[in-house]
């Protein structure tokens, strides 16, 4: 039997949707990505998947890039496919892509990241974790790996830990966005609001500052309990409606035990 995502990664992606579409919604699928391409070799074939999946096509992009990896059983190209799949919503495909790759090939750190996000989807964390200590055993410096394993430590509790691993990767990259950004909402799990607010406040306020970034900081005041903070803003992107949404949430993430 199929797995199924866990109710957290559901309303994560929700979240995501709900601030990414104020911005015109999503790609529209691109049309005859799948048509028959002839005689291209792996490059032009590898091109065009990576079009119909930037374009939402996921469809076709599956198959072109399934075409290419039978061909020509390249390691990073069924890394994509995982991926491709992974964003598609076929999880167990995608996890049994990314297992075929094999140990120290060109596509290992990627199948480990993609086993570590598939993981989290499904809410096996334990899993997700040992993924991410793989990941940072083939590429210790690598900024996803050391954010996403930080990610997948957080959604574990295991806080101080994520911390320590944005701390690393901001030691050597001060400026990186979501290592700070992450950082601040994990301060803010365990309670330290000043120095999460610190930290992501000039991001979220600068004229650069994504919808995303506007509603983690929305979401640090309201675990503080800053309502009016929070609502202003939340409606900079968001409608009245999915700004009360939001702030029942804070309010219930607040006050549960």
């Given amino acids: 039997m199929a797995r199924k995502p866990s109710t957290l990664a559901v309303w994560g992606i929700a979240v995501t949707l709900l601030v990414e579409g104020c911005a015109g ?18 490059a032009s074939t590898l091109r065009i ?41 076929s999880i167990d495909e995608a996890i049994t892509a990314y297992e075929s790759v094999p140990a120290n090939s060109a596509g290992s750190l990627a199948a480990a990241l993609g086993l570590e ?19 940072k055993a083939i590429a210790p410096d690598d900024p996803r790996t050391l954010i996403d394993r930080g990610i ?31 950082l601040a909402l994990s301060l803010a799990f365990t309670g330290n609001y000043q120095e999460a607010i610190l ?13 995303r970034e506007r509603q983690d900081l929305a979401l640090i005041y309201g675990l503080m309990g800053d309502e009016n903070e929070a609502r202003q803003l939340s ?10 949404a939001n702030l029942r949430f804070y309010d219930f993430v607040r006050t549960s035990p």
């Avoid at 999503?26 to 792996?42: K, N, V």
């Avoid at 996000?117 to 334990?126: C, D, K, R, S, T």
């Fill in 25 to 42: 919604g999503p790609a529209e699928p691109s049309s005859g990505a799948a048509a028959s391409h002839g005689t291209l070799d792996s």
């Fill in 235 to 244: 409606l900079i992107d968001l409608d009245q409606s999915a700004t009360a």
């Fill in 199 to 211: 930290i992501i406040d000039p991001i979220a306020r600068s004229s650069t500052a994504s919808p």
């Fill in 117 to 135: 996000h598939a993981y989290v989807m499904l809410n096996e964390l334990p899993q997700a974790v040992t993924f991410a200590d793989k990941a």
């Fill in 152 to 182: 997948a430590l957080d959604l574990s509790g295991r806080h101080s830990e994520a911390q320590t691993s944005y701390r690393a990767l901001l030691a050597k990259s001060p400026a990186n966005r979501a290592a700070r950004v992450d």
């Fill in 49 to 89: 998947a990576r079009a119909a999946r930037a374009a939402g096509d996921y469809a076709s992009a599956i198959n072109l890039y399934r075409e290419i990896a039978a061909s020509s059983h390249g390691p990073a190209v069924t890394a994509e496919l995982g991926d491709t799949l992974l964003e598609a919503g």
